[in-house]
């Protein structure tokens, strides 16, 4: 089973609606993230989480909210998606006390699409 | 701000080498190195801490020089497999990373 993943994998809305994306770890890991992905803008951080009660804003995270029910889950919403929120969204979790310090672990991606 | 990676593409003949280069505008602790391949997750290659130390994964190496604030990424004897795209992110000590916009790698037979 995979370590991170994310719910829907796919998802087409339309103007106004509200959407959540859901992430879930097995890895145990404290950190985890959400990022944006848009063709040659790479990866932009949208919200992250050092711990359950630690949120902090990231680059872009004007029109989306976020909630960390547990250790082992993270969700993005979308209050009222727009078009140009069209893009693949990736969590990532990390630990930072890992030999590798703080290496991120990707889950697949959901690929949203606004209409 | 984000780091800007050059070059944006590169073609290459397999067995032939590489480098691709991440700089930033801004003090830098770590550069971390990913790779992604179409349609999949971005994978950790290797991290960078201050302190210059190259280090290597397999044919796949990296330096970083924390005072011109840049790390490169070299790759030796390209595989196939080496095909991706490839992105750098920086952590200036919040414990968080910026990405770059990444460096396209394509290795023909």
């Known amino acids: 089973d995979a370590d991170v993943t994310q719910t829907p994998r796919n998802r087409i809305t339309k103007t106004g609606k509200r959407i959540m994306l859901e992430c879930s770890q097995t890895?145990?890991?404290?950190?985890m993230y959400w990022y944006r992905q848009d063709p040659g803008l790479g990866l932009q951080l949208i919200y992250y989480s050092f711990d359950v009660k630690d949120i902090n804003k990231g680059e872009i995270s004007d029109g989306y909210s976020v909630s960390r029910q547990a250790q082992a889950k993270f969700s993005l919403s979308l209050e009222s998606a727009i078009p140009n929120q069209t893009a693949l969204y990736f969590c990532a979790t990390s630990d930072p006390d890992s030999a590798e310090l703080n290496e991120q672990f990707f889950g697949p991606g959901t690929r949203l699409t606004v209409l | 701000q984000q780091p800007v990676q050059s070059p944006q593409a590169v073609i290459l003949r397999e067995g032939e080498d590489a480098v691709i280069n991440c700089s930033s505008s801004k003090a830098l602790y770590s550069v971390h190195w990913y790779r992604q391949k179409h349609g999949e997750a971005p994978v950790f290659l290797m991290i960078l801490l201050k302190g210059g130390e190259q280090k290597g994964h397999e044919k796949i190496s990296a330096s970083f020089n924390e005072k011109k604030q840049q790390s490169s990424l070299y790759l030796t004897a390209s595989q196939l497999s080496y095909s991706g795209t490839y992105f750098c992110g920086t952590d200036g000590g919040a414990q968080k990373l910026v990405f770059g916009q990444g460096t396209r790698l394509t290795i023909n037979p």
């Open positions: 890895k145990g890991h404290d950190r």
